[in-house]
């Protein structure tokens, strides 16, 4: 049978194909979620030394995940839309930073709230707090580079650069962090996962990282939706449905 | 084409030559930033050397980057960058002959003039060569990444901030590499694992930023 992989690859037939995958992602995400939480705060059990506040790694652990993961997938889209100059990659990168950057302060807070009950400080310069909080740094510049670029392909071919410029460098300033704090400042806190992670805590976990999985999938193809319509606002696919819509 | 390149490199220097402001800017930039850190922290020599080596640092960071802009918009605006990408020769290796220019005006005088106000943040004199050599290894890597931020932005409006957000994070590796060179001698240790590092971040880049600077200037003027 012959598939046209290419079918979706236009705005105008993924745009009805988005808005009927949002429901369903939509679902998954909170069934996931209710799932997860339930496991995380009731089956789950206390642990010995954290007590209960260690509950909130359910939130930070997957939302780490997340932040990374997602940045991964939107250089995979941005170095799609430059290597085949598909409109709808960029859009789908253009999409996914803001959840990204989202999930990235999520994880900031999370863990800093997490920091004062257990280390008596909210921010430690410690190697993943650190370059999360350049994670953070480079979401915030892709986007700023692409609001500032008023031609949409430009600011799409801008922003893939920057993207694919971003991943190589992420494991290298991953490393130098790293090496930068065992220089500096010895062992006092050690930030590693307990070695025996009870399997329910473990499961919990990746509900929610699923949950968030899912979660951001529906908003980045709601917020394409939205890219879309903008950006093709005067073809004839988008007029037509507005003018469906006003009807 | 290595006459090509020579006749960039020349061409950007004699430029840089005509207006011998420019230059003097960023250096006097470098040595008020440093000067402003004594007066905020106080002047007692024992702070003061343990903070020199991040400070030196960051400030020859900012000011190889204030200096970026000036990379490709006075080409850009006179339209020679476009006789550029439209020459036979590769455009990443005549945008290396630009680097290498803005390196020797921006990224050497700095690394000169660095050990005279180490000495003011009385560092050790082992140290104070040590952040000579960090320098020189470091700072064209500051230039070289720092292109690629100068032709994603070029033309762009709020481009002297953005560059700054898009840049700075990219440098950090540098950073961290070059003062922990610095730091580690002036504790008494061998700083030549930093500075392997270093070398190895500056050769890298070396490799691809022409290469990223090319496209991002393909991007910019299409």
């Known amino acids: 049978m012959h598939m046209n992989w290419f079918k979706y690859s236009s705005p105008q037939t993924f745009y009805p194909l988005a808005g009927k995958m949002i429901p369903w992602f939509?679902?998954?995400?909170s069934l996931l979620c209710a799932v997860g939480l339930y496991v995380s705060f009731a089956i789950a059990p206390t642990d010995f030394q954290q007590g209960e506040a260690y509950r909130i790694i359910f939130v930070h652990v997957p939302a780490a995940w997340m932040s990374m993961f997602i940045y991964l997938v939107m250089a995979g889209w941005a170095a799609m839309g430059l290597a085949l100059n598909a409109?709808?990659?960029?859009?789908?990168?253009?999409?996914?930073?803001?959840?990204?950057?989202?999930?990235t302060l999520l994880a900031l807070v999370?863990?800093?709230?997490?920091?004062?009950?257990?280390?008596?400080?909210?921010?430690?310069?410690?190697?993943?707090?650190?370059?999360?909080?350049?994670?953070?740094?480079?979401?915030?510049g892709f986007m700023a580079l692409q609001s500032s670029i008023d031609d949409p392909r430009r600011a799409d071919r801008a922003g893939a650069l920057l993207a694919l410029v971003g991943v190589v460098n992420v494991p290298i300033i991953y490393f130098s962090v790293k090496w930068w704090n065992t220089l500096?400042?010895?062992?006092?806190?050690?930030?590693?996962?307990?070695?025996?992670?009870?399997?329910?805590?473990?499961?919990?976990?990746?509900?929610m990282a699923l949950a968030f999985w899912m979660y951001s999938v529906a908003v980045a193809l709601m917020r394409v939706?939205?890219?879309?319509?903008?950006?093709?606002?005067?073809?004839d696919w988008v007029q037509s449905l507005s003018a469906k819509g006003s009807k | 084409m290595n006459q090509t390149w020579l006749t960039v490199l020349r061409r950007d220097l004699l430029l840089a030559l005509r207006r011998r402001s420019d230059i003097a800017t960023t250096l006097f930039f470098f040595v008020i930033v440093s000067s402003l850190f004594p007066l905020g922290i106080g002047p007692e020599p024992a702070v003061l050397s343990s903070i020199a080596p991040g400070v030196l640092w960051v400030a020859a960071l900012l000011a190889g980057m204030i200096s970026l802009s000036r990379l490709f918009a006075a080409d850009s605006a006179d339209g020679s960058l476009e006789?550029?990408?439209?020459?036979?020769?590769?455009?990443?290796w005549l945008v290396s002959a630009k680097i290498f220019a803005h390196w020797l005006v921006c990224g050497l005088p700095v690394v000169l003039l660095a050990p005279l106000i180490g000495?003011?943040?009385?560092?050790?004199?082992?140290a104070l060569w040590v952040l000579v050599y960090s320098l020189l290894l470091g700072t064209p890597t500051l230039s070289l990444i720092g292109a690629i931020g100068a032709a994603l932005t070029l033309g762009v409006r709020g481009s002297g901030l953005l560059v700054a957000l898009l840049?700075?994070?990219?440098?950090?590796?540098?950073?961290?590499?070059?003062?922990?060179?610095?730091?580690?001698?002036?504790?008494?240790?061998?700083?030549?694992?930093?500075?392997?590092?270093?070398?190895?971040v500056s050769l890298l880049s070396l490799v691809l930023a022409p290469l990223a600077t090319a496209a991002a200037l393909r991007i910019s003027v299409e």
């Open chain 1, 225 to 235: 939706r939205c890219i879309m319509l903008e950006r093709e606002r005067s073809s």
């Open chain 2, 119 to 126: 000495l003011q943040y009385a560092m050790p004199n082992d």
């Open chain 1, 184 to 207: 500096h400042q010895g062992s006092s806190i050690n930030m590693g996962v307990a070695p025996k992670m009870a399997a329910t805590m473990l499961l919990g976990m990746l509900l």
């Open chain 1, 87 to 103: 409109r709808l990659s960029a859009m789908m990168a253009q999409a996914l930073a803001p959840t990204g950057a989202m999930f």
């Open chain 1, 26 to 29: 939509f679902w998954a995400a």
């Open chain 2, 167 to 200: 840049v700075l994070p990219l440098y950090i590796p540098t950073l961290i590499f070059g003062a922990g060179a610095v730091a580690a001698s002036a504790h008494g240790m061998s700083a030549e694992a930093h500075l392997s590092l270093l070398a190895a």
């Open chain 1, 110 to 140: 999370t863990g800093s709230l997490w920091g004062k009950p257990m280390w008596g400080t909210w921010w430690v310069w410690d190697a993943r707090l650190t370059s999360e909080l350049i994670l953070l740094f480079l979401y915030l």
């Open chain 2, 83 to 92: 006789q550029m990408l439209l020459a036979p020769q590769p455009l990443a």
